[in-house]
């Protein structure tokens, strides 16, 4: 069973530019999540899709980040423009249930953003 | 406030010892705790996942165990291998209330193993 993929791998931008991140998650899995995890700490939510609907959104800097996922199945993240404390590794993660005890979260690699 | 505490923040073992790893946790209400292990460069991988009711639960060379009393859990990892450099972080399930996950995160502890 493939996992989830996240492109690119890495990516360096200059601050003030934008740049876009993508990932498919595992086939089948109705609940998306895009994180945040700046070095050295565990990842924070940023957003939680269920199918194409936003379920938490809370988390995100909504002045500068934006996501979508506009088919229920790969999803994008953007940051418009891009601040030096946005350097860190975005993991993409998805799972089967909502509501289920078992709902176990698979992770992509990430991506990691280095904002000069 | 839902919060996530592991220790130590780092450590440095020689291969073959054993360890532990501890996570305190201030959830609730709770659901389910999770040890993730993260090496560099990937994205975390679960090892283990226990409820209310589990007091212990192994994955080959990695035994968690829970006190929902004392909201405490650890990870003992015996035998150590190089290959068990990574960052291991703890994962506490709130009930699901409003739809959300309620998952609270630990910042992990960093595992090197030395030769």
């Known amino acids: 069973e493939a996992g989830v993929a996240q492109s690119p791998r890495y990516k360096i931008i200059e601050k003030r530019q934008s740049v876009a991140f993508w990932c498919n998650p595992i086939?089948?899995?109705?609940?998306l999540y895009w994180y945040q995890q700046i070095l050295g700490q565990g990842p924070k939510l940023l957003i939680q899709f269920q199918n194409n609907g936003v379920v938490d959104d809370s988390q995100l800097p909504k002045d500068r980040f934006s996501a979508e996922r506009l088919k229920g199945v790969d999803s994008t993240l953007k940051i418009q423009p891009a601040k030096l404390e946005d350097s860190a590794v975005y993991l993409c993660?998805?799972?089967?249930?909502?509501?289920?005890?078992?709902?176990?979260?698979?992770f992509g690699p990430g991506t990691r953003l280095t904002v000069l | 406030k839902n919060q996530v505490e592991q220790s130590p923040q780092s450590l440095i073992i020689l291969e073959g010892k054993n360890c532990t790893l501890q996570?305190?946790?201030?959830?609730?209400?709770?659901?389910?705790l999770r040890w993730y292990k993260q090496d560099t460069g990937r994205g975390p991988v679960s090892l283990t996942i226990?409820?209310?009711?589990?007091n212990t639960k192994s994955n080959g060379r990695y035994t968690a165990t829970l006190d929902a009393d004392t909201k405490q859990s650890s990870l003992h990892i015996t035998a150590s291998q190089l290959s068990d450099s990574a960052s291991y972080i703890c994962?506490?399930?709130?009930?699901?209330?409003?739809?959300?996950?309620?998952?609270?995160f630990g910042k992990g502890t960093h595992l090197i193993i030395q030769p």
């Open positions: 086939s089948g899995h109705a609940t």
């Open positions: 226990m409820t209310f009711s589990e």
């Open positions: 994962v506490v399930s709130a009930r699901p209330g409003g739809g959300a996950d309620g998952l609270t």
């Open positions: 993660a998805s799972s089967l249930n909502l509501r289920g005890e078992d709902n176990e979260q698979f």
């Open positions: 996570c305190n946790y201030t959830v609730s209400p709770f659901s389910n």
